[in-house]
Nanobody, 124 residues
Framework: QLQLVESGGGLVQAGGSLRLSCAAS????????MGWFRQAPGKERESVAG????????YYADSVKGRFTISRDNAKNTVYLQMNSLKPEDTAVYYC?????????????????WGRGTQVTVSS
């Protein structure tokens, strides 16, 4: 099991940027597809982005394509989510997640390991 700890959330104005980080420990991080999910108040959790163990394959939800970028550093056991051009509808708790699968499969089926989440609030 991976232990995942998110950081980097906060309050930002619409149009601004934030960078989320997720530090992993436990099992072999480099074997895992990693991703970010989010859950807004009153809504179901949804997949935002995913990245394969090598970084060669990525997945993005349509709502964030062109604005968010996922990346990973296997030497540091860390995955990142760079969020630009933020909108109020991006407001949610963002969860780091991992699964041994493709990014697309994890987006559809969910993850095996989860962090506790970090709040992102975008003001209009």
């Amino acid at each position: 099991q991976l232990q995942l700890v998110e950081s980097g959330g906060g309050l930002v104005q619409a149009g601004g940027s934030l960078r989320l980080s997720c530090a992993a420990s436990g099992r072999t991080f480099s074997s895992y597809t990693m991703g970010w999910f989010r859950q807004a108040p009153g809504k179901e959790r949804e997949s935002v982005a995913g990245i394969s163990w090598s970084g060669g394959s990525t997945y993005y939800a349509d709502s964030v394509k062109g604005r968010f970028t996922i990346s990973r550093d296997n030497a540091k056991n860390t995955v990142y989510l760079q969020m630009n051009s933020l909108k109020p509808e991006d407001t949610a708790v963002y969860y780091c997640a991992g699964r041994i699968s493709t990014p697309q499969l994890m987006a559809r089926l969910g993850a095996d390991d989860w962090g506790r989440g970090t709040q992102v609030t975008v003001s209009s």
